[in-house]
């Protein structure tokens, strides 16, 4: 049972008021926001405002309808940031294709995930419509594939990345 107290001030004197709410109504109320989330905008207004705060935060159903599972792919995502700290510098030290190519794969993934996130939070497709949206994500898909195809040109035709970031730190 998890209590949460409740403060309101009235003509100047402050009451406090204790409700108990156990796990199950909260659950209740979360699943008739998002039953009411799935009916549309007309019905949404009525839950919503009736609903706890905890339960306007969960979200809409789009993350289940398209089955990605989004949890993952964050934990991914920090993975390979936190691998770019360390590939960073074992390409300078220890130049060689296989970490630089780990390298340029782990540049390409974080930019192109960093960009998806803009493209998703700012050109949402009831702003600028599905045209706009689909033209960011390819635009983003592409510029992700010309990283990649710049750095192993690099690697493979040039010095390697390693070498390149050491001569870029010279400039």
Known sequence: MLTLKLFRQTKGSMFAAQRSISFNALSKC????????????KTLTKPLLTAPMIARFTGSTAAVKTGKNYASLWRTERIVSIALMGLFPAAVLYSSPIIDTLLAGSISLHVYWGLEALVVDYLRVPVVGQLANKTGHATIALLAILTLAGFLQVIFVGDGLGNAIVQLWKL
């Open 30 to 41: 979360v699943n008739q926001f998002n039953v009411a989330s799935r009916l549309g905008n």
